[in-house]
């Protein structure tokens, strides 16, 4: 690791850490603090309502005349307090925030009191708080609360910042199976009920809390340090070997790196077959997707990558986010960031087949947080939508951000800033600040100051790097779109030819531009050394070719880099259709299958300039140049593939079969299509699904009713979750039959709530024109709204209705103008909408012409 010099100024204006302690109208006052709590809740999967008992140890710490605590959508039977065996009674009325306020008639001195609340609620059919799910004619009760959804169960002190103990009890009839966060205490049955009490729980929010009642089945996960059983919906408990087996090593793994040992009693997993979200971290209880769960006992190789991964991430939550949390919901991308970057990290150790170490991650957070009206991940957060707003940048912007620091500081470092910051805050909460001290403390720079720059304000640097030495910073943005000014700290780490011999070298810059004398005669200059940089880069095109000609000099990491950063170039009008086209071609022919994923990757995200004039053009290009590539690789996986292998024939496959109109390959894939109906496990999903979108976008109409007709049938037939999915989420139809049949299907029972909102997507995606689908939609809204989960509704805009097409954006428009102010956050999702296809327009405005002619000369 090359030693790094900080060259630090405070030049940045950023916004002050948020207030911990103080008192905002959106959150409960410091004046009472709950320090236990019990629930009790008398659930029947059969029975839509339920009533419920709390009792909640409070200390008042000033006086005052009002206790408030959370609610949502419950009826609150009667609520008071007792102190020193004293009932005191509370009229409860309904504040902002669902705050409720309880209020004595005389003033509460301070001291310990117990604030007891008989209540009754209703069973939701929405995926969040605490919902039913109907699934094979069965009814389960599932729980989820992240982020403000406890409240909708039962009445709580419901912010992350209230961690304490809670013992949670619940009657249910007796042949159900009842699972909570914590090892059973005790359990009493009478006349048909039972009621489970479970063990108090350590310290913990209340978004973590979990609860699952349903005739469940289950298998022990062995090998594990506590006690731990895999629910599964009745009838599945073959399908859990996958799991079982390697879930072990996952938690060994991050046990070894935070050096402490698994923090709780037990740990079960369930699979939910209606879940809006891919999983939860509960505490001793993490929730997932079935399809990540129940798996053929030996997935193919890349299909093992998803739900190791999604594994690996909750676990690691135990740690960071169960056992340390963020103070309140505006710092949620401390958990996100470090969870993804723990399972990245778990990923790479474990299973090095998966390629996890040549993920480029940023590249998944670019798109979003190139968006001229994207929020900082770090902003503040009142509501639930503040939350959700740009939640996935949490995530992917978070993790890279980590990697970024990683890759300076060095791994070995960066783990003992994580240690330190366990070991000081567990069973605490934190703030951001936090983690930066720790890692302050294990380099010789200012990682505040960058960190700040990135996480505080939206999207990020275009660097240019003149001839002349001069590097000069600007925030990037799309083609048209307009943004203000700002600076962010960014290291550079540069690897750059100089007469005849390559350097590196480590540099900050922090300021609008800065001179590096040492650049000014380099022949070419890289500056994202192993692409770990959060930031696009331009050079000159004199330099680019001599990079070109010079390719080899990079890793593969670094090649993709290039190609995705010219990609972005153009996108942002710095360059022309012929840089990327020049990079592409440097690059198409490498040796590694990665990178030559990554040079066909770029030229499919060209197909939004793809229409009725070019296709022909278009589809010679693709048959010329890479239909031999596929012939090469032949579209039959074998054992010995590697993981970029597959991934390479999948894109190819999909771009030559939904592009090339090449009658063979559609031929080929109706044979392959109706092989995997007949025997799902004779071929993988990825090819499967594929073969599945070519056969139905070019299959004759006549035909297409059967085609459908066939597919459902193998849909209601499949056992697997994720063939399911294949089946039905590929079908591409666009005639008006089968685009109807497809989205009357999701608003049957076949499809769950959860689900529902993907059907749409694939009709979406399958039209040009989207006239059919408003048609529908208009129709149909109220019943597809009232199925969807409220995280889907809200959005919807942009899930669904992104587009690339004038007509289209002017129907969504239309159709979300009445409605988006009814449903909570879907103003953004519509907004988002509207972003994303103004800036595809643009875009298409900018390049049709350059792409058009392109196309004309490669024939
Ligand atoms: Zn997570």
Same mark, same amino acid.
């Given at each position: 690791?090359?030693?790094?010099?900080?060259?630090?100024?405070?030049?940045?204006?950023?916004?002050?850490?948020?207030?911990?302690?103080?008192?905002?109208?959106?959150?409960?006052?410091?004046s009472?603090?709950?320090?236990?709590?019990?629930?009790?809740?008398?659930?029947?999967?059969?029975?839509?309502?339920?009533?419920?008992?709390?009792?909640?140890?409070?200390?008042?710490?000033?006086?005052?005349?009002?206790?408030?605590?959370?609610?949502?959508?419950?009826?609150?039977?009667?609520?008071?307090?007792?102190?020193?065996?004293?009932?005191?009674?509370?009229?409860?009325?309904?504040?902002?925030?669902?705050?409720?306020?309880?209020?004595?008639?005389?003033m509460?001195?301070?001291?310990?009191?117990?604030?007891?609340?008989?209540?009754?609620?209703?069973?939701?059919?929405?995926?969040?708080?605490?919902?039913?799910?109907?699934?094979?004619?069965?009814?389960?009760?599932?729980?989820?609360?992240?982020?403000?959804?406890?409240?909708?169960?039962?009445?709580?002190?419901?912010?992350?910042?209230?961690?304490?103990?809670?013992?949670?009890?619940?009657?249910?009839?007796?042949?159900?199976?009842?699972?909570?966060?914590?090892?059973?205490?005790?359990?009493?049955?009478?006349?048909?009920?039972?009621?489970?009490?479970?063990?108090?729980?350590?310290?913990?929010?209340?978004?973590?809390?979990?609860?699952?009642?349903?005739?469940?089945?289950?298998?022990?996960?062995?090998?594990?340090?506590?006690?731990?059983?895999?629910?599964?919906?009745?009838?599945?408990?073959?399908?859990?070997?996958?799991?079982?087996?390697?879930?072990?090593?996952?938690?060994?793994?991050?046990?070894?790196?935070?050096?402490?040992?698994?923090?709780?009693?037990?740990?079960?997993?369930?699979?939910?077959?209606?879940?809006?979200?891919?999983?939860?971290?509960?505490?001793?209880?993490?929730?997932?997707?079935?399809?990540?769960?129940?798996?053929?006992?030996?997935?193919?190789?890349?299909?093992?990558?998803?739900?190791?991964?999604?594994?690996?991430?909750?676990?690691?939550?135990?740690?960071?986010?169960?056992?340390v949390?963020?103070?309140?919901?505006?710092?949620?991308?401390l958990?996100?960031?470090?969870?993804?970057?723990?399972?990245?990290?778990?990923?790479?150790?474990?299973?090095?087949?998966?390629?996890?170490?040549?993920?480029?991650?940023?590249?998944?957070?670019?798109?979003?947080?190139?968006?001229?009206?994207?929020?900082?991940?770090k902003?503040?957060?009142?509501?639930?939508?503040?939350?959700?707003?740009?939640?996935g940048?949490?995530?992917?912007?978070?993790e890279?951000?980590?990697?970024?620091?990683?890759?300076?500081?060095?791994?070995?470092?960066?783990r003992?800033?994580?240690?330190?910051?366990?070991?000081?805050?567990?069973?605490?909460?934190?703030?951001?600040?936090?983690?930066?001290?720790?890692?302050?403390?294990?380099?010789?720079?200012n990682?505040?100051?960058?960190?700040?720059?990135?996480?505080?304000?939206?999207?990020?640097?275009?660097?240019?790097?003149g001839?002349?030495?001069?590097?000069?910073?600007?925030?990037?943005?799309?083609?048209?779109?307009?943004?203000?000014?700002?600076?962010?700290?960014?290291?550079?780490?540069?690897?750059?030819?100089?007469?005849?011999?390559i350097?590196?070298?480590?540099?900050?810059?922090?300021?609008?531009?800065?001179?590096?004398?040492?650049?000014?005669?380099?022949?070419?200059?890289?500056?994202?050394?192993?692409?770990?940089?959060?930031?696009?880069?331009?050079?000159s095109? +004199?330099? #680019? @070719? =001599? /990079?070109?000609? !010079?390719? %080899?000099?990079?890793?593969? *990491?670094?090649?993709?880099? &290039? $190609?995705?950063?010219?990609?972005?170039?153009?996108?942002?009008?710095?360059?022309?259709?012929?840089?990327?086209? +020049?990079? #592409? @071609? =440097? /690059?198409?022919? !490498?040796? %590694?299958?990665?990178?030559? *994923?990554?040079?066909?990757? &770029? $030229?499919?995200?060209?197909?939004?300039l793809?229409?009725?004039?070019?296709?022909?053009?278009?589809?010679?290009?693709?048959?010329?140049?890479? /239909?031999?590539?596929?012939?090469?690789?032949?579209?039959?996986?074998?054992?010995?593939?590697?993981?970029?292998?597959?991934?390479?024939?999948?894109l190819?496959?999909?771009?030559?079969?939904?592009?090339?109109?090449?009658?063979?390959?559609?031929?080929?894939?109706?044979?392959?299509?109706?092989?995997?109906?007949?025997?799902?496990?004779?071929?993988?999903?990825?090819?499967?699904?594929?073969a599945?979108?070519?056969?139905?976008?070019?299959?004759?109409?006549?035909?297409?009713?059967?085609?459908?007709d066939?597919?459902?049938?193998?849909?209601?037939?499949?056992?697997?979750?994720?063939?399911?999915?294949?089946?039905?989420?590929?079908?591409?139809?666009?005639?008006?039959?089968?685009?109807?049949?497809?989205?009357?299907?999701?608003?049957?029972?076949?499809?769950?709530?959860?689900?529902?909102v993907?059907?749409?997507?694939?009709?979406?995606?399958?039209?040009?024109?989207h006239?059919l689908?408003?048609?529908?939609?208009?129709?149909?809204?109220?019943a597809?709204?009232?199925?969807?989960?409220?995280?889907?509704?809200?959005?919807?805009?942009?899930?669904v209705?992104?587009?690339?097409?004038?007509?289209?954006?002017?129907?969504?428009?239309?159709?979300?103008?009445?409605?988006?102010?009814?449903?909570?956050?879907?103003?953004?999702?519509?907004?988002?909408?509207?972003?994303?296809?103004?800036?595809?327009?643009?875009?298409?405005?900018?390049?049709?012409?350059?792409?058009?002619?392109?196309?004309e000369?490669?024939?």
């Open positions: 690791m090359k030693r790094v010099t900080a060259l630090f100024s405070a030049v940045l204006a950023l916004s002050s850490s948020y207030a911990f302690a103080e008192d905002v109208e959106y959150r409960l006052p410091s009472v603090t709950p320090t236990f709590q019990r629930i009790h809740l008398n659930l029947d999967p059969d029975a839509p309502r339920y009533s419920g008992s709390t009792s909640i140890d409070i200390t008042v710490n000033e006086a005052t005349q009002k206790v408030g605590f959370y609610e949502q959508d419950l009826v609150i039977v009667n609520a008071s307090l007792s102190f020193n065996g004293e009932t005191i009674p509370l009229t409860v009325s309904e504040g902002e925030y669902d705050m409720n306020w309880g209020e004595a008639n005389d509460l001195s301070p001291g310990k009191y117990t604030l007891d609340i008989n209540f009754e609620g209703a069973v939701n059919t929405s995926s969040d708080g605490m919902y039913l799910s109907r699934f094979e004619d069965k009814n389960y009760i599932f729980t989820q609360f992240e982020d403000m959804h406890a409240r909708k169960a039962f009445p709580s002190f419901d912010e992350p910042i209230f961690k304490i103990p809670y013992q949670m009890s619940i009657s249910s009839p007796v042949h159900q199976v009842v699972v909570s966060n914590t090892p059973v205490e005790k359990e009493v049955t009478k006349d048909g009920v039972k009621t489970v009490t479970f063990e108090k729980t350590k310290p913990m929010p209340t978004y973590l809390i979990a609860y699952t009642v349903g005739p469940f089945d289950s298998v022990e996960m062995t090998g594990l340090p506590v006690p731990g059983r895999l629910y599964v919906p009745k009838g599945y408990a073959d399908k859990t070997a996958f799991v079982v087996k390697h879930t072990p090593e996952i938690l060994a793994s991050l046990e070894n790196f935070f050096g402490i040992k698994y923090p709780y009693k037990k740990m079960d997993f369930v699979a939910v077959p209606n879940f809006t979200h891919g999983a939860m971290e509960n505490v001793g209880l993490i929730t997932y997707r079935d399809s990540l769960l129940l798996l053929e006992d030996e997935p193919s190789l890349t299909e093992r990558s998803r739900p190791l991964n999604v594994i690996a991430h909750e676990l690691a939550h135990q740690w960071f986010g169960n056992l949390t963020m103070a309140w919901w505006d710092d949620l991308w958990n996100e960031a470090f969870a993804s970057w723990a399972a990245s990290y778990v990923m790479k150790e474990l299973y090095p087949e998966l390629n996890y170490a040549d993920r480029i991650v940023q590249e998944g957070a670019f798109g979003a947080d190139a968006s001229p009206t994207v929020k900082p991940v902003k503040e957060v009142r509501t639930q939508p503040d939350v959700m707003d740009g939640l940048l949490n995530y992917s912007k978070g890279s951000i980590l990697q970024m620091i990683e890759s300076l500081i060095g791994t070995d470092k960066f003992e800033g994580v240690r330190a910051y366990m070991k000081e805050h567990a069973w605490g909460n934190t703030v951001a600040d936090d983690l930066w001290r720790a890692l302050d403390g294990v380099s010789d720079f990682l505040s100051a960058m960190m700040k720059a990135y996480l505080e304000q939206p999207g990020y640097p275009l660097i240019h790097i001839t002349d030495g001069r590097v000069v910073q600007s925030r990037f943005h799309y083609a048209g779109a307009t943004v203000e000014p700002q600076t962010w700290a960014i290291p550079l780490k540069l690897t750059y030819k100089a007469n005849g011999k350097n590196q070298e480590v540099v900050f810059i922090d300021k609008k531009t800065t001179t590096l004398p040492q650049l000014a005669e380099a022949d070419w200059v890289y500056p994202n050394d192993n692409a770990t940089g959060y930031f696009r880069w331009a050079v095109a +004199k330099q #680019l @070719n =001599a /990079l070109l000609s !010079d390719i %080899d000099a990079l890793n593969k *990491r670094e090649k993709k880099n &290039v $190609l995705y950063n010219y990609q972005a170039l153009l996108n942002a009008d710095e360059v022309g259709v012929d840089s990327v086209m +020049k990079v #592409l @071609n =440097a /690059l198409a022919n !490498d040796q %590694d299958p990665a990178v030559i *994923r990554a040079a066909v990757g &770029v $030229l499919a995200e060209f197909d939004y793809v229409n009725d004039e070019n296709e022909a053009n278009y589809a010679a290009l693709l048959n010329d140049k890479y /239909l031999p590539l596929l012939n090469r690789l032949s579209l039959t996986q074998s054992d010995t593939d590697s993981a970029d292998v597959i991934r390479l024939r999948n190819l496959f999909s771009l030559l079969g939904l592009y090339a109109n090449n009658k063979e390959l559609i031929a080929k894939s109706e044979v392959i299509a109706k092989q995997y109906i007949a025997d799902p496990t004779s071929v993988p999903s990825g090819i499967a699904g594929t599945i979108a070519i056969t139905t976008k070019y299959s004759a109409v006549e035909d297409n009713a059967k085609w459908f066939t597919i459902v049938k193998a849909f209601k037939a499949a056992q697997l979750p994720n063939v399911k999915r294949t089946l039905v989420y590929s079908m591409r139809f666009n005639d008006k039959a089968s685009v109807y049949n497809m989205l009357d299907l999701a608003l049957t029972d076949d499809i769950t709530p959860a689900n529902t993907s059907m749409v997507i694939s009709v979406a995606r399958s039209l040009d024109d006239t689908l408003y048609t529908w939609l208009n129709e149909n809204k109220d597809l709204i009232a199925k969807m989960p409220d995280y889907h509704v809200s959005r919807m805009p942009e899930f209705s992104t587009t690339c097409s004038a007509e289209n954006l002017a129907m969504a428009n239309t159709f979300y103008a009445p409605i988006h102010s009814q449903h909570q956050g879907m103003s953004r999702g519509v907004e988002i909408m509207q972003d994303e296809s103004n800036q595809c327009l643009r875009l298409k405005d900018a390049f049709q012409k350059d792409f058009d002619a392109f196309l000369a490669a024939q």
